[in-house]
C-alpha cells in the first residue's frame, strides 16, 4: 500500500505561486511514476501534470504548460507541483497519485493511489 499527503494549498492572487507537496510511504517510491490531478466545483476531475519513476520523463495539461512544472525527489519520497503566473481558473482541489507502474500511461485509469487533496484558491 501507499500513502500520500499533499501539502502546500492556500490563497493566493492571481499572478501569484504556490508549491504543492506530496510526501509518499509504503512501496518503494522510485518504482512508480506519479502525478498531479485537480477537480473544481461542479466540474470532473482533470489531469494537471506527471513525472516517471526517475523523472527523466514529465507531462504536462495544455492548461498549465509554461506555468506548472512537476519534479520529483527520490531521496525524501516526495513529489511536486511548481504553479507559477497562478489564474482564477486554477482554483480547484489538487490531488497527488500514484502510478501502478514506472510511467504515466494516460488518465487517472493508471493510478492506484490517491492523497486526500489539498484546496488552491486563485483570487482575482
Known amino acids: 500500500q501507499v500513502q500520500l499527503v499533499e501539502s502546500g494549498g492556500g490563497l493566493v492572487q492571481a499572478g501569484g505561486s504556490l508549491r504543492l507537496s506530496c510526501a509518499a510511504s509504503?512501496?518503494?517510491?522510485?518504482?512508480?511514476?506519479m502525478g498531479w490531478f485537480r477537480q473544481a466545483p461542479g466540474k470532473e476531475r482533470e489531469f494537471v501534470a506527471a513525472?516517471?519513476?526517475?523523472?527523466?520523463?514529465?507531462y504536462l495539461a495544455d492548461s498549465v504548460k509554461g506555468r506548472f512544472t512537476i519534479s520529483r525527489d527520490n531521496a525524501k519520497n516526495t513529489v511536486y507541483l511548481q504553479m507559477n503566473s497562478l489564474k482564477p481558473e486554477d482554483t480547484a482541489v489538487y490531488y497527488c497519485?500514484?502510478?501502478?507502474?514506472?510511467?504515466?500511461?494516460?488518465?487517472?485509469?493508471?493510478?492506484?493511489?490517491w492523497g486526500q487533496g489539498t484546496q488552491v484558491t486563485v483570487s482575482s
Open positions: 513525472i516517471s519513476w526517475s523523472g527523466g520523463s514529465t
Open positions: 497519485a500514484g502510478a501502478r507502474g514506472p510511467y504515466y500511461s494516460g488518465g487517472s485509469e493508471g493510478m492506484d493511489y
Open positions: 509504503g512501496r518503494t517510491f522510485s518504482s512508480y511514476a
